[in-house]
């Protein structure tokens, strides 16, 4: 249980580490999918860097990211098999990992650094527009859609595959 909430820390902390690295230092809108539709249709390209070796350094945090939660994925099945963990064990492993990144993205990134630190707009001011006067995120139907669907039937065929092997 203590490594499970350990590993959800360490995922958030990536998922940090891959946010800043998008939006601070490589600065490509492609990264910016999950952005409000509004607040993407008034970005503009990004030619220079913030500073020399910027984007550089933003892919290479954004590569470091990716392996730490790979790593994540990596230590939490292999600790379960090592413990001989069921069904059940793995299930509620994945779930309470996704359950509390869940949670962090919606308070930290949504509420906190989107609306109250105004992060994004910071490096982004031209979508003050569109992100401005919000008390909340701008997704919560589909933050609510992951937590509540998608993470648990992701967490079960992830369970049910691990118990295959």
């Not at 290479?60 to 990716?66: D, G, N, Y």
């Not at 230590?75 to 090592?82: K, Y």
């Not at 589909?142 to 967490?155: C, E, T, Y």
């Amino acid at each position: 249980m203590l490594l499970t909430v350990f590993l959800a820390i360490v995922f958030c902390a990536a998922i940090t580490l891959l946010l800043i690295a998008a939006v601070a230092f490589v600065q490509d809108e492609r990264f910016f999918s999950s952005a409000p539709k509004e607040a993407q249709a008034l970005l503009k390209p990004r030619n220079a860097e913030l500073f020399y070796g910027a984007r550089t350094m933003g892919w290479v945090m954004m590569i470091l990211s990716a392996l730490t939660i790979l790593g994540v994925g990596v230590v939490s099945i292999w600790d379960g098999f090592r413990n001989g963990y069921s069904f059940i064990g793995f299930f509620v492993r994945f779930v309470m990992i996704f359950t509390i990144y869940k949670a962090y993205d919606m308070i930290f990134f949504d509420w906190f650094l989107l609306c109250k630190f105004h992060f994004f707009q910071h490096y982004y001011p031209e979508t003050e527009p569109a992100l401005s006067g919000r008390r909340y995120g701008f997704n919560i139907k589909s933050q609510l859609l992951k937590l509540l669907v998608i993470f648990p039937a992701v967490s079960a065929l992830a369970a049910w595959i691990c118990t295959l092997l």
